[in-house]
């Protein structure tokens, strides 16, 4: 009895739930992701981000931008098809953190939504 | 290696490498938060953490009576639930709004004053409505106090 209550928390359910999860967050990241960079204006407030440490020229760029968003997209894509894994995983979290990164440092309000899927994505590519 | 056990998994214990990924992962969240506040991507997740119990509306009118927009004399409301600018890399235009308080008629008509002077010298006047919104009671909330008055450039 005492065996099978320990087997039953050290064991692990099928992966439908957390595979499910792991699509519904990339579909978000991937639809729900700005296509420009914002471009508020006022005074500069650092530290916002893990980026905020970087020059004003790459934290405002256009193709910089443009560049993680895509590498996010074909990421993303390649993690849904479970494809090329962990590598395309672990590049998805990377792309989706300095794309929302970017958006975030030139932006005067942010979402919280955005530090949610993170964390989700985090978890689920370790 | 996997065990069968009925309809479960028995999966090996993770490597140090995961362990020490979690470790970190946990501890940046946590510290971080604490000392940036916000640092995307980690968050104290602050949404309504001043606990607000009122707030404004405004509304400015020319002459005319047409409504002018609200960030000309900046009384735009910047508030969005979490405290304003954490987090964001460029801060808000500033604003006399300021959520959880309510200027009283002298200090807006002042700042209102200022406005007209540097910014709207064409305007001998406009009229600004200040609804303030707060608890009615214990249960509800709704409009506390209305006001409307005619500002002038030289504040009266």
Redesign the interface.
């Known amino acids: 009895m005492e065996t099978d209550f320990r087997r039953e928390l050290t064991s692990s359910s099928k992966p439908h739930v957390g595979q499910f999860v792991v699509w519904a967050v990339l579909l978000h990241a991937l639809l729900f992701m700005r296509a420009d960079l914002p471009c508020a204006e006022g005074l500069r407030n650092t530290p916002a981000t893990v980026l905020s440490f970087l020059p004003e020229e790459i934290l405002t760029s256009p193709l910089v931008f443009h560049a993680f968003r895509w590498l996010l997209v074909v990421a993303g894509i390649l993690w849904i098809l479970q494809v090329l894994l962990p590598l395309s995983s672990w590049v998805c979290v990377f792309a989706y953190t300095i794309t929302v990164a970017l958006v975030f440092e030139n932006s005067s309000h942010i979402e919280h939504t955005k530090h949610l899927a993170n964390i989700v994505l985090f978890v689920h590519a370790m | 290696m996997t065990q069968a056990?009925d309809?479960?998994?028995?999966?090996p214990p993770p490597s140090r490498l995961?362990l020490a990924?979690?470790v970190a992962?946990a501890a940046c969240?946590l510290v971080l938060s604490i000392v940036?506040g916000?640092?995307?991507?980690?968050?104290i997740?602050p949404?309504f953490c001043d606990s607000p119990r009122l707030y404004c509306q405004y509304q400015v009118l020319d002459p005319q009576g047409g409504q002018l927009p609200l960030g000309d004399f900046h009384l735009q409301r910047?508030y969005?639930g979490?405290p304003v600018?954490l987090?964001?890399?460029?801060?808000?235009?500033p604003s006399l709004d300021q959520f959880g308080t309510a200027p009283d008629e002298a200090a807006v008509r002042a700042h209102v004053a200022d406005i007209l002077n540097s910014r709207f010298p064409e305007f001998r006047y406009v009229d600004v409505v200040q609804t303030v919104i707060g608890p009615v009671d214990l249960k509800k909330i709704g409009v506390i106090k209305e006001a409307r008055f005619r500002v002038n450039p030289d504040g009266n």
């Open positions: 056990i309809d479960r998994v028995v999966l995961a990924s979690a992962f969240n940036f916000d640092l995307y991507p980690f968050t997740t949404m910047n969005d979490n600018g987090g964001a890399g460029v801060r808000p235009s």
